[in-house]
């Protein structure tokens, strides 16, 4: 890939994309290549069919590079909540005597508590606050003079089974792998910094996995992932009308939460069969499952109860409830809280499906820039 374009997989609980991009004029981004192949998904621990994950990725990989007409080197994997373990703590660093914050002194504090829980790797630390000796609390601290440093930072392992399985996929490839949390990823690109200063509650419903996330700073506080979205909700009207997962996941598309239809009834054929469906049945069917969702929410909103979060919207993104119409209303009544859904404020992309690619691809060409060298030729001398 050229110097200025990265190349980002983005692996969701039903497809994975590739996407090679590079960014435009007043952020915007151009993209040379997308790629997206369905695959069977995973459960908490495991990719439910290795084998079908590692032809999706090949497949988007070789697809992407021959429409760029240029080989991959370098890769950002977005990994998934479902493989992920965010860790907060609390580190300090102490200096003999009074410094000026820079660079160094922030590696120093990060590198203080990098070491890996059992099971998985360090791929990043961030920041939600830091605090000087004199007790300021501050969210940026580069350029203050103390004779001590401490954070409240947020540290986000990969599992080694993830991690070994991407490894095992690209070994003959030779392309290397960079690591990218994806959840972080999406909050910092989707929420603005000054509204996660003051905490935020954010939820990606995905297909088969949703995850919900309490964010402060550049950081995350909090981070679960459950195993509810919309390929759930297609198992309830499957099993509701004796249809096919196919035809479920159809109707989902076609549902409207906001009405109801007084006896109306819709047909769909299968082959030789014929069901009958009643669009009132039908609709309770969907908020049965889009309460188990609500369930999840409100075990989270419970785990992580505090002042802070009283009365704060929830802001949703991803595949999983923006085709079926309603859907955030519902979960807006149901957890007693104000839902605004996200996307990215990009042409053509402006779809809460399209959240992680592109969010993916900012944290990874923010990423690629720091490596540059005029970059860290800046960084040094104060630029």
Do not use: W
Request: proline fraction near 3%; include cysteine; charge should be negative.
């Amino acid at each position: 890939m050229g110097r200025k374009s990265v190349a980002v997989l983005d692996i969701r609980s039903s497809e994975v994309s590739v996407i090679v991009g590079e960014r435009g004029v007043n952020n915007t981004y151009v993209f040379k290549a997308i790629h997206t192949e369905e695959y069977d998904g995973y459960d908490e621990n495991h990719f439910l069919e290795e084998a079908g994950l590692a032809n999706a990725i090949v497949g988007s990989v070789t697809a992407v590079e021959r429409i760029c007409g240029e080989r991959i080197r370098e890769l950002y994997v977005g990994v998934p909540g479902a493989f992920t373990r965010v860790v907060p703590k609390e580190q300090l660093v102490g200096f003999p005597k009074n410094r000026t914050i820079g660079q160094r002194e922030l590696d120093a504090l990060f590198a203080s508590g990098q070491k890996a829980p059992k099971g998985y790797r360090f791929i990043r630390a961030t920041s939600m606050i830091y605090v000087t000796a004199d007790d300021r609390r501050v969210i940026d601290p580069v350029g203050l003079s103390s004779t001590s440093l401490s954070g409240v930072l947020s540290y986000f392992y990969c599992s080694d089974y993830f991690a070994k399985l991407m490894e095992h996929i690209f070994a003959d490839m030779q392309i290397s792998l960079r690591y990218l949390p994806t959840q972080l990823a999406m909050a910092t690109y989707l929420i603005p910094s000054e509204t996660r200063d003051e905490y935020a509650l954010f939820l990606d419903v995905g297909f088969m996995s949703t995850s919900l996330c309490v964010l402060l700073g550049n950081g995350i506080l909090a981070q679960r992932t459950y195993f509810v979205g919309k390929g759930q909700i297609a198992v309830h009207v499957m099993q509701r009308f004796s249809i096919s997962y196919e035809s479920s996941l159809a109707l989902l598309s076609k549902a409207n939460l906001f009405t109801r239809s007084n006896g109306a009834k819709m047909e769909i054929s299968e082959g030789n069969t014929t069901h009958e469906i009643d669009m009132d049945a039908f609709v309770e069917a969907v908020k049965e499952g889009l309460d188990e969702i609500c369930e999840k929410i409100g075990s989270f909103l419970d785990e992580c109860s505090g002042k802070e979060l009283d009365f704060k919207p929830l802001y949703v993104t991803g595949e999983g409830l923006a085709d079926i119409r309603g859907a955030l209303e519902h979960i807006s009544k149901r957890v007693s809280r104000v839902c605004e859904q996200l996307a990215p404020d990009l042409p053509y992309y402006n779809k809460p499906a399209m959240s992680s690619r592109i969010a993916l691809v900012d944290l990874a060409y923010e990423d690629n820039l720091k490596q540059s060298f005029f970059y860290k030729f800046a960084k040094k001398f104060g630029g």
